[in-house]
């Protein structure tokens, strides 16, 4: 059974920075598409960042330029930087993994990131 696992969430100060990993067990991870998506309460989830196989990157525009996600394939696991963070990226912030081609998705259990004074 493929696993998510991610960490790194909690409370931080407005202006903050906090660094999220997703350990992926039992999947080929390297050919596998990476991202972060997030849920507010009362919000739908929503996509935060992506990172392909091959290596790039696409950004929501609410995170992009504060935001940073990055995969090591030797570890397994993919990163998300957050840096500058407000209170509106409070959220639960779920791993996702997606290899389309056959039509397989994973994600994680969710880390909880709280942005307050």
């Known amino acids: 059974q493929v696993q998510l696992v991610e960490s790194g969430g909690g409370l931080v100060q407005p202006g903050g920075s906090l660094r999220l990993s997703c350990a992926a067990s039992r999947i080929s991870f390297s050919i596998y598409d990476m991202a972060w998506y997030r849920q507010a309460p009362g919000n739908e989830r929503e996509l935060v960042a992506a990172t392909t196989s091959g290596g790039s990157a696409r950004y929501s525009n609410s995170v992009k330029g504060r935001f940073t996600i990055s995969r090591d394939n030797a570890k397994n696991t993919v990163y998300l930087q957050m840096n500058s963070l407000k209170p509106e990226d409070t959220a639960v912030y779920y791993c996702?993994?997606?290899?389309?081609?056959?039509?397989?998705?994973?994600w994680g259990q969710g880390t909880q990131v709280t942005v307050s004074s």
């Open positions: 996702n993994a997606k290899r389309s081609i056959i039509r397989a998705e994973h």
